[in-house]
Nanobody, 115 residues
Framework: QVQLVESGGGLVQVGGSLRLSCAAS????????MAWYRQAPGKQRELVAR???????NYADSVKGRFTISRDNAKNTVYLQMNSLKPEDTAVYYC?????????WGRGTQVTVSS
């Protein structure tokens, strides 16, 4: 059974930082492309950042230079370091894994940036 468990969300002030973690089980983590998506109220879910098994990454334009995605294959964990947070970063953040033709999702963690 595949599980993706996010943690690290919370309430932070504008300009602050948070680090999200996603612990994966039930997949061959080192082979999987891992990603973070987010969904704000009334909006569609959008890709924030992705990291491939090769460790190459890509980012949404709105977070480039502020967010960093990384992975630790020994811990089966992917991270999202979020700096210089803005009110528009407020959303539920979801961990995603893509492996062997299938997408898997975590339940999400709320990030709220207060001004």
């Amino acid at each position: 059974q595949v599980q993706l468990v996010e943690s690290g969300g919370g309430l932070v002030q504008v300009g602050g930082s948070l680090r999200l973690s996603c612990a994966a089980s039930g997949i061959i983590f080192s082979d999987a492309a891992m990603a973070w998506y987010r969904q704000a109220p009334g909006k569609q879910r959008e890709l924030v950042a992705r990291i491939f098994s090769s460790a190459s990454t890509n980012y949404a334009d709105s977070v480039k230079g502020r967010f960093t995605i990384s992975r630790d294959n020994a811990k089966n964990t992917v991270y999202l370091q979020m700096n210089s947070l803005k009110p528009e970063d407020t959303a539920v953040y979801y961990c995603n894994a893509y492996t062997r033709g299938t997408f898997f999702w975590g339940r999400g963690t709320q990030v709220t940036v207060s001004s």
